[in-house]
């Protein structure tokens, strides 16, 4: 099967800084990507669809200032938490469609702490 | 909104037992996914289910779709430790994956 892989797994930051968290879609070339958010113990929420090449999609209530999204090619898309704060810290997990099936694969998530 | 309504939301049980797990809706579906999903990894898809009363086997595990394209089941017969997971649906376009609430599923040996 179409591998995704995200980086890094794991990021612990101080609050106010911005922390990148990248997806790479490693076998196939996919021209949309997606990200989620996961509390635990809880599912996946929809942040905002990235389009290679134009500006992202955004969920209802997802401040696209706060979390910028950029899909520079057709194998990455880039998720930047700015000025991150504890509240921010969750599970981040990104998804790649693949071919002409649609079929969704995901990336491992990136668990990010903001102290 | 469309929402997807899994229950039980937590289940624990011993290794042998079988299991359903439910995924309901109000409104209807083109199709349905299941996903499962370990600690601190993304979740892994596990079938499509896309025609009304569809059946589905993978192995121990048996999905349905119901008729009217509004629910779905996941049925494992003999559960395993190695089934402990979180369990979700997800229903929608690809375009805009709605994913159920969850089943966490744990298996005791």
């Known amino acids: 099967g179409a591998v995704v892989s995200q980086h890094p797994s794991r990021v612990i930051c101080k609050s106010g800084t911005s922390v990148k968290i990248e997806c790479r879609s490693l076998?196939?070339?996919?021209?949309?990507m997606f990200w989620y958010r996961q509390f635990p113990k809880q599912s996946l929420m929809l942040m905002a669809t990235?389009?290679?090449?134009?500006?992202?999609?955004?969920e209802q209530g997802v401040e696209k200032d706060k979390f910028l999204i950029n899909h520079a090619s057709l194998t990455l898309s880039t998720l930047t938490v700015t000025s991150a704060h504890p509240e921010d810290s969750s599970f981040y997990i990104c998804?790649?469609?693949?071919?002409?099936?649609?079929?969704?694969?995901f990336g491992e998530g990136s668990r990010l702490t903001v102290l | 909104t469309q929402l997807l309504e899994q229950s039980p939301q937590f289940l624990s049980i011993q290794e042998g037992e079988n299991l359903t797990v439910y995924c309901n809706s109000s409104?209807?579906?083109?199709?349905l996914q299941w996903y499962r999903q370990e600690p601190g990894e993304g979740p892994v898809l596990l079938v499509t289910?896309?025609?009304?009363?569809e059946v589905k086997k993978l192995k121990r595990l048996t999905f349905q779709f119901g008729d009217a394209r509004k629910d779905s089941s996941l049925h494992i017969t003999a559960a395993q430790p190695g089934d402990t997971g979180l369990y979700l649906c997800?229903?929608?376009?690809?375009?805009?994956?709605?994913f159920g609430t969850g089943t966490r599923l744990q298996v005791f040996p």
């Open positions: 998804s790649a469609r693949y071919g002409t099936s649609g079929e969704l694969f």
């Open positions: 076998d196939f070339q996919a021209t949309t």
């Open positions: 990235s389009n290679e090449g134009s500006k992202a999609t955004y």
């Open positions: 409104s209807v579906f083109s199709s």
């Open positions: 289910v896309v025609t009304g009363g």
């Open positions: 997800a229903g929608g376009d690809t375009d805009k994956l709605i």
